[in-house]
């Protein structure tokens, strides 16, 4: 019985390993369908800590900016009919329930002259720019927990998309988008190469 045994171990051990692998494979295999199927660079990558989670920011980064590429400002202007209950957005509107919203990208967040913002909202005091107001027009209230503005949030990424280059209009000096091509190509190619050194 022992050898049967000891052999029954050996395969459980490698079939887990098998099915470790595999998921690690799979789950890189969706992140990053264009990586080369290269081991040296993997190690390299999971060597340098945190490199996975560098690795996951870039690809986030890259599809908001692949969205806003192709996203329609007329179609923003539309979706934004959504928010005109609460919001002006030509130079100088006036403030309603909520802030105006003209120049909105490059503000730091609860800053508008002349309107009485939630404790949350100041606390939060970040700048807003593509990402951070993507995500808060998506779910206001999961990145400023406890702000006053009471609006589910868009729930389609293309809505939030259109409204971000409508909202990009909203300026004399309008925000430069995020670039598309060269960012995805530049961190495909470098990357490998600053591991390696
Ligand atoms: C029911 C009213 C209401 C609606 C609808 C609404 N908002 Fe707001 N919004 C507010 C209020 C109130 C605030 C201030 C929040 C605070 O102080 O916590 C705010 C704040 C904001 C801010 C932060 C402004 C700053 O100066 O920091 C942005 C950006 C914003 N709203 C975008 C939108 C967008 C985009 C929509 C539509 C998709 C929308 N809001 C719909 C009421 C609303």
Redesign the pocket.
Known sequence: MGDLFWNKIIAAVLATALVVFGIRELGHALIHPHQPEEPGYKIAVAEDGGGDKKEAEVVEVVSLAQMLSTASASAGERT?K??A???SFDKGGANK???N?WD?LG?K????EGFG??T??VEFGKT?DFET?DA??SSPKSV?PG?????AG?KKPKDAAN?LTYFRTLSDAPMDLPAVAAKAADAAEAMPETTHE
């Open positions: 934004a959504k928010c209950a609460c919001h329930i909520g802030p919203l909105i503000r967040a609860g800053t508008h913002y939630s949350a909202m807003w107001l808060f027009v400023v702000t006053a503005m009471s609006f868009l409204i």
